[in-house]
């Protein structure tokens, strides 16, 4: 066997680029952990493997990578108000709700909801509830959090300043 990036031959392991299905060595193969792409709601087949070749790597997953990693940092600035919150100067709400179930951290379910929302170009989440679901697991009990919300676009300018 012959790594098909480096040319390195005899290789005691190999591995397989997932998408064009060359040979690899350790060293040339592009790894990818299956939480990269966790927040998405679909993900697309080609984000889906382990093992990528340098080539297919910055063809397809770099850039979708990088777009992902613009939406999280969007995300993470997004406008969050609860159900009850008074004064939301709101400009648009979707009539789509968004259900994030089944985390085991409270934070990550805000911001499962907050990426889904930014990815639809939003810039506020707007009557958010939270709930927790309360599991016994081989005797011992487990949390598991969820939050729904409306994505929508706020005017920021009109904001009460704090």
């Known amino acids: ?18 998408l064009c ?15 990269s792409f966790s927040f998405l709601e679909i993900i697309p087949d080609n984000l889906k493997h382990s093992t990528y070749c340098g080539s297919c790597y910055d063809s397809t997953v770099a850039p979708a990578q990088e777009t992902y990693n613009i939406t999280l940092k969007k995300a993470e600035n997004l406008f969050l108000f609860d ?58 009990q487990t949390t598991l959090y969820g939050i729904t919300g409306y994505p929508a676009m706020i005017d920021e300018s009109r904001l009460p300043h704090s």
Do not use: W
Request: charged residues 25%; aromatic residues 6%.
């Open 83 to 140: 159900k009850g919150d008074k004064q939301v100067p709101l400009i648009k709400r979707s009539n789509g709700k968004i259900t994030i179930e089944n985390c085991e951290d409270k934070q990550n379910a805000v911001l499962k909801l907050a990426f889904l929302a930014a990815q639809k170009k939003f810039n506020a989440v707007v009557d958010i509830e939270r709930f927790t679901k309360k599991l016994n697991k081989s005797g011992y």
């Open 21 to 35: 299905h060359h040979i690899l060595c350790k060293n040339c193969t592009q790894f990818l952990d299956n939480t």
């Open 1 to 18: 066997m012959t790594c098909s990036s480096c040319l390195k031959s005899n290789l005691k392991q190999s591995y397989t680029c997932s």
